[in-house]
T-cell receptor
Framework: SQELEQSPQSLIVQEGKNLTINCTSSKTLYGLYWYKQKYGEGLIFLMMLQKGGEEKSHEKITAKLDEKKQQSSLHITASQPSHAGIYLCGADKGLGGSNYKLTFGKGTLLTVNP | GAVVSQHPSRVICKSGTSVKIECRSLDFQATTMFWYRQFPKKSLMLMATSNEGSKATYEQGVEKDKFLINHASLTLSTLTVTSAHPEDSSFYIC????????????FGSGTQLSVL
């Protein structure tokens, strides 16, 4: 089965600082999703990456998928308290095509201190 | 963007009773929805795939008679936890694919189930 390792498990930064969260897969990723979750709440879709070398940005958040499609990083520029939450990466379990069933990493808890 | 609504957000029930959780796609049709559960400080685990008009497919280790799934329409899937026990207490969350929006998967707001 596909395993996703997220690092770090938790992160505390000062407001305004940049940060990076990594997601590494034991297998080639077909589709890689990034979500944000507040504890006990639903998941907010951030970005989905599919192609090797792909990079997407939304506001101050940038996600990249490496060429080998086994590692993704999420970078937040000039962090704000509103960025605080749990960041989850999820990989599509499809082997040759997407089946939309996701395996998730354990998450990275981000705290942004004002 | 697409919205997935889940109800109720919280439910407390007695051991032995059944609880139904609804998952609705509000502004799109979803032929397939997915049900996950999440234990405190743990990741989400896929339980089953809900298919409109046909039987759900369950992941290994998930009891289909325990977790009944019905997907009667293109916008509604329900998960019924039957004869709930304290070990069923968990955060349940559904997702749906909005095909018209590409490969995005949207999640509901989740249901916190507590079985006493």
């Amino acid at each position: 089965s596909q395993e996703l390792e997220q690092s770090p498990q938790s992160l505390i930064v000062q407001e305004g600082k940049n940060l990076t969260i990594n997601c590494t897969s034991s297998k080639t990723l077909y589709g890689l999703y990034w979500y944000k979750q507040k504890y006990g709440e639903g998941l907010i879709f951030l970005m989905m990456l599919q192609k090797g070398g792909e990079e997407k940005s939304h506001e101050k958040i940038t996600a990249k998928l490496d060429e080998k499609k086994q590692q993704s990083s999420l970078h937040i520029t000039a962090s704000q308290p509103s960025h605080a939450g749990i960041y989850l990466c999820g990989a599509d379990k499809g082997l040759g095509g997407s089946n939309y069933k996701l395996t998730f990493g354990k998450g990275t808890l981000l705290t942004v201190n004002p | 963007g697409a919205v997935v609504s889940q109800h109720p957000s919280r439910v407390i029930c007695k051991s032995g009773t059944s609880v139904k959780i609804e998952c609705r796609s509000l502004d799109f049709q979803a032929t397939t929805m997915f049900w996950y559960r999440q234990f405190p400080k743990k990741s989400l685990m896929l339980m089953a795939t809900s298919n409109e008009g046909s039987k759900a497919t369950y992941e290994q280790g998930v009891e289909k008679d325990k977790f009944l799934i019905n997907h009667a329409s293109l916008t509604l899937s329900t998960l019924t936890v039957t004869s709930a026990h304290p070990e069923d207490s968990s955060f349940y969350i559904c997702s749906a694919r909005a095909g018209a929006l590409g490969e995005k998967l949207f999640f509901g707001s989740g249901t916190q189930l507590s079985v006493l």
